[in-house]
């Protein structure tokens, strides 16, 4: 047994939240009990985006993906009996991280804690949302001015607090390469630090403290190697721009502080088992190397490509991180790839190549403005094609999904619906109730004085965090901060990056696109048109865009005309947009598992207004009993994770297209 001391474990946290406040807050209590070292809390859509769960919008989206938090009573409910001077929350908000935060202030006040003792992170990073999650509310320089006076506030008053995680974990889920992944995150972070130093906020002698402050939340692909190196690569160039660029010279504070949920892209439908393969390898990238080891660790669960995970599934994940932190010998050793040529010549690649693309996007003016041009959601949606194309065409591998396909019965998703935990429909119900009496109890004239204070502050230059504060204690809700906000603000949409992406597949004689592009062309004179026309819809709150945007992309290529504005739609405007555009069919796309509600209610509205025939299409996470509820609804076809083939599944469109309009089918293997 060696008898170097052990380092400390990393934080070892689980991803949840359902339902509500006090469902969520029984689940993390049962977390921590088996030995979780911290909370990471999942918000659901509303409360991401700044809607209340009465609002239309909310609509079947309420506890799905995460607790909803509409006000101070919902936020002391959630940490009920959890002393929060004594823990480590992470918080995955953004657009709202604002107002969560003040909330958690609040509650933590009530309990009687030091708030300059407490330790946690707000994610906070309104950059990633406009390329890849989709959950932004405020246009680029109000969301990042927001950000700016939440870590002014933090660094004075809640010392110990990461105000902001720069998350590239969304970018590679939306196909960032490692390149992308540290060259936007190291961009994103010079937007932030430049905002927080030309803001005059904080003295020139305390910068390194927020720089100290600032942590980031990456991704760990399956790919160990390039990812272990891409870790060594993120602290390399974060201590080369902390000490060139803002004159840190404090070797602590330049540190790279990171968390890390590893990669829930390249989990499968199809064999979910061998997703916690996946899942350990991934872990190993960052937890390996101890000069580039994460501070702390979220494992998916093994059928989060199946719906939402039970707490047993999240159980596994937990135990995965144990095992290796108790059981093996990995913390009682020094870096264990240091001086390895192979990896350092990798390191060195990476470090060059990002470096090279950090200065282009400086070039263009910043992150800020690379946003608001569409280069980088461009950029990404580009590489998510290229991806997707490598694994269709067999060139990029993935057991149980484009090899080794066959399978024995598989024990663990025997009874598929009872393999993944579902959210009770009631449950909005009883949490708008819950919201109408909350509104009804309140002092309102403090709740409208708190508003107007809020409004003032954001029409003008004071920091906005301590007006957010008394809303927060004189009982707004979640929605009347953000609509003030908004108010004053605005809304932004952001760029799709769909027309400008370029051919990710070529249309060769005799290839599969080639064959649909055929059946495109020969529908479209059989209908006496120009050209297919098809309308992708992101109904709901749901920002997961990327296969939107790659079903977007893919149609373009095989010849339709292609409808696509974007996420954020209620069912109302999508069917406006099918009939004022004329399309031949309507996909949908939601994986936040509010297809239940709104697809049914698309299909309603096209029926009322005359349009029975506009064949509609279903994609996303839905369980198999949702997907023969949806067809036995008028659905079309459902596609799920596991139709992989995204070429194939234009062509599916073909066929329902013609068979919608009573066309003989097309003699056309594809």
């Not at 144990?322 to 059981?327: D, G, S, Y």
């Not at 596991?642 to 003989?664: H, M, P, Q, S």
């Amino acid at each position: 047994m060696n008898e170097r001391q052990k380092d400390r474990p990393w934080l070892m946290r689980t991803y949840a939240g359902h339902s509500t406040a006090e469902a969520s807050n029984e689940l993390y209590r049962r977390n921590l009990a088996k030995g979780q070292t911290g909370l990471s809390v999942a918000f659901d859509l509303p409360t991401q985006t700044g809607y209340d769960p009465d609002h239309i919008l909310a609509r079947g989206e309420v506890g799905r993906v995460g607790v909803p938090v509409s006000h101070l009573g919902d936020m002391r409910r959630l940490f009920q009996d959890i002393p929060l001077e004594q823990m480590n929350t992470s918080m995955t908000i953004n657009a709202t991280a604002m107002w969560l935060l003040a909330l958690y202030q609040v509650v933590a006040e009530e309990q009687g804690a030091d708030t300059s003792k407490l330790q946690g992170t707000t994610q906070n990073d309104i950059v990633k949302e406009y390329l890849s999650r989709g959950t932004h509310v405020f246009p680029p320089v109000p969301s990042l001015r927001l950000t700016t006076d939440m870590i002014t506030y933090t660094v004075n008053r809640i010392p110990k607090w990461n105000p902001i995680n720069i998350c590239s974990y969304h970018l590679q889920e939306a196909g960032a390469t490692p390149v992308q992944e540290i060259a936007y995150a190291m961009s994103t972070a010079i937007a932030v630090l430049d905002a927080v130093r030309d803001s005059g906020q904080v003295p020139e002698e305390k910068f390194g403290d927020v720089v100290a402050r600032i942590s980031f939340f990456v991704n760990a692909g399956v790919r160990f190697i390039e990812e272990m190196c891409k870790m060594r690569a993120f602290g390399r160039i974060w201590d080369r721009v902390t000490r060139e660029r803002y004159g840190i010279t404090n070797a602590k504070q330049r540190r790279f502080r990171y968390g890390v949920q590893v990669n829930s892209l390249g989990l499968t439908e199809a064999q979910p088992e061998n997703n916690v393969q996946r899942i350990v390898l991934e872990m190993l990238a960052v937890t390996l190397s101890k000069d580039a080891r994460a501070r702390a660790v979220q494992l998916p669960a093994w059928n989060e490509a199946l719906g939402l995970p039970r707490p047993w599934d999240q159980q596994w994940s937990l135990r995965i991180q144990q095992v290796l932190a108790h059981e093996s010998d990995l913390l009682e050793y020094e870096d264990i790839f240091a001086g390895s040529h192979v990896i350092e010549a990798k390191v060195d690649a990476l470090v060059e190549e990002s470096l090279a693309e950090i200065d282009r996007i400086q070039q263009m003016g910043g992150a800020m403005a690379a946003v608001e041009s569409g280069y980088l959601k461009s950029e990404l949606v580009s590489s998510h094609a290229a991806r997707r194309a490598r694994i269709e065409g067999g060139e990029e591998k993935i057991v149980g999904v484009n090899i080794y396909e066959s399978t024995e019965p598989n024990p663990l998703t025997s009874d598929l619906d009872g393999a993944i935990m579902t959210v009770d429909p009631e449950n909005e119900a009883r949490v708008v109730a819950a919201l109408h009496e909350w509104r009804d109890n309140r002092d309102e004239a403090r709740a409208s004085e708190a508003l107007a204070a809020l409004k003032k502050a954001a029409a003008g230059t004071e920091n906005m965090m301590e007006a957010t504060v008394e809303c927060a204690r004189a009982g707004v809700t979640t929605g009347e901060w953000s609509w003030a906000l908004r108010d004053v603000f605005g809304e932004f949409r952001a760029p799709t990056g769909v027309s400008s992406a370029p051919v990710a597949v070529t249309a060769e004689p005799g290839s599969t696109l080639a064959l649909v592009r055929e059946k495109v062309t020969r529908t479209a004179a059989d209908l006496g048109v120009g050209r297919l026309r098809l309308l992708v819809g992101k109904p709901g709150l749901d920002g997961h865009s990327n296969g939107a945007e790659q079903i977007a992309v893919r149609a373009r290529d095989a010849g339709f005309e292609v409808v696509y504005q974007g996420i954020r739609l209620t069912p109302e405007q999508i069917t406006d947009a099918a009939l004022a555009e004329d399309v031949h069919c309507v996909g949908l796309s939601i994986l936040s598992g509010s297809h239940a509600e709104l697809v049914p209610d698309v299909l309603h509205r096209l029926r009322e207004a005359g349009a029975p025939d506009i064949p509609v299409i279903a994609g996303g996470i839905i369980p198999p009993a949702d997907a023969a509820a949806l067809i036995e609804a008028g659905v079309a076809a459902v596609f799920t994770p596991k139709d992989f083939g995204i070429t194939e599944i234009i062509g599916r469109i073909v066929d329902e297209i013609r068979k919608a309009n009573k066309l003989d089918p097309l003699e056309v293997p594809a």
